[in-house]
T-cell receptor, first 109, second 119 residues
């Protein structure tokens, strides 16, 4: 089993759609969780951290379920500029980040 | 905010030659830097962790004699790909960790990456 698994994708959605990405992690001792965004041939950029209480940043909402070892990202009112690969990232507490394979999102006009 | 500069952004080299990639923290002192490699349609894979003034810690399967890491100062880490082969062609990204930054949002800053093509 991979340490971090994500929806295989790709997701193709129209502008304005709501899209959800899922991620599961295998190490119950994982301490912190993030969603990163990576554009083609660019470095990953932090989108948001993920907390058990859930957190929202504009059109983006992240959720963490420690019992199920499950992380989600919800994007509302998708924009063309949201097209990218979304990476689920887990920190084991030793500053070592474990990266998911990423889910590709294409928002179409 | 924290900035990490990585150079070169793109390099093409001949098989058998060596390539050096630099990663500099511009406005903070990075005690720890991470080197990742990303093949097309793959996730980022940690290659090694370098701590200033000490030897790098390599991940399983990464040849330390092939991927030489030097972290001689708090603002500079270098990765040298020695005797490069076409299969070393990849996207290499560094990440710097600020001291005492814990594992929070501000803990990691990424360089812009280096696309290496070995011909």
């Amino acid at each position: 089993r991979k340490e971090v698994e994500q929806d295989p994708g790709p997701f193709n959605v129209p502008e304005g759609a709501t899209v959800a990405f899922n991620c599961t992690y295998s190490n119950s001792a994982s301490q912190s969780f993030f969603w990163y965004r990576q554009d083609c041939r660019k470095e990953p950029k932090l989108l948001m951290s993920v907390y058990s209480s859930g957190n929202e940043d504009g059109r983006f909402t992240a959720q963490l379920n420690r019992a199920s070892q499950y992380i989600s990202l919800l994007i509302r009112d998708s924009k063309l500029s949201d097209s990218a690969t979304y990476l689920c990232v887990v920190n084991l507490g030793n500053r070592k980040l474990i990266w998911g394979l990423g889910t590709s999102l294409a928002v179409n006009p | 905010g924290a900035v990490v500069s990585q150079h070169p952004s793109r390099v093409i080299c001949k098989s058998g030659t060596s390539v050096k990639i630099e990663c500099r923290s511009l406005d903070f002192q990075a005690t720890t830097m991470f080197w990742y490699r990303q093949f097309p349609k793959q996730s980022l894979m940690l290659m090694a962790t370098s701590n200033e003034g000490s030897k790098a810690t390599y991940e399983q399967g990464v040849e330390k004699d092939k991927f030489l890491i030097n972290h001689a100062s708090l603002t500079l880490s270098t990765l040298t790909v020695t005797s490069a082969h076409p299969e070393d062609s990849s996207f290499y990204i560094c990440s710097a960790s600020k001291p005492h930054s814990g594992t929070g949002v501000d803990g990691y800053t990424f360089g812009s990456g280096t696309r290496l093509t070995v011909v």
